[in-house]
């Protein structure tokens, strides 16, 4: 029977998991809808990040998002060498398509490997005060868990919003994939532009890592469910659009949040595919894009 406190709980709960949805999704944002690399390892950054938080929270006791934040340098690295090789290897020639694919296919297997080498196949996960501690507002119950995860999603991704839009590398970050000519002349050069810009897609994904495990154990096989939700999030909001990738997040949270509580958790898989085809069939452009 439908409540209106179950109703209440259902769409918390997918706002919730809606603000997780966009940190994950928010480097993607970056990577494919701003420099059209379609980087299908994002998942997999994410996972490697949530073990150096398993890792440094195990040994040393740091706070899980303490040391998302520390190792984001190290992702952004990471990922400005990862985009030289590709821009070598494939850009460089043309041929970035199906084969740059095939590298970022070949990335995310490798890191996989990596960390079932390192960790094994068992579920790990971190402590923290907020784990396990829970508010309650009336009827509506906010599981810190993941409300403390959806307030620094909510910050990195605003972070982000105007280090894109108010900075002079944010802005050329955005002008590249619009016009390349116009960005040289303005003295800029964009293949540094393009290496910065997925060295950072690459860093929001350490924060992001830091913040799924605080809201349940991970395993490296995990990034790959998420997938499908990411390049959802990313067509829905509109092709690299920073606040569309918000608002399609959210959507995405509350539309599997509601499925799991009204028709089973079995089908809310299937949701990102179907929010994916009716954008492609209705509004490929998506919601923030430009028509």
Known sequence: MITAELFANAVVSGVLLGGFYAAVAVGLSIAFGQLDIVNIAHPSFVVAGSFAAFALNDAL??????????????????????????????????????????????????????????YGVDYRLVEASYIGGNWKIGAVDLPLRMLVPFVVALSMTTAIWLYLSRTFTGRAIQAVAQDRLALQLMGADPIRIKQHAFGLAVATAAIAGSLLIIIGPVEPSIGRIYIGKVFAIVVLGGMGSISGTLIAAFILGIAESMVATFAGPSWSNAVAFGILLVTLAVRPQGLMGRT
Request: net charge negative; no cysteine; proline share 3%.
């Open 61 to 118: 006791g740091l706070d899980p998002i303490l040391v998302g934040v520390l190792v984001a340098p190290l992702f952004f690295l990471a990922g400005a060498v990862i985009y030289r090789v590709y821009f070598q290897s494939f850009e460089r020639t043309g041929q970035e398509s199906l084969r740059g694919l095939v590298f970022f296919f070949g990335i995310m297997f490798i890191a996989e490997v990596a960390l079932i080498l390192s």
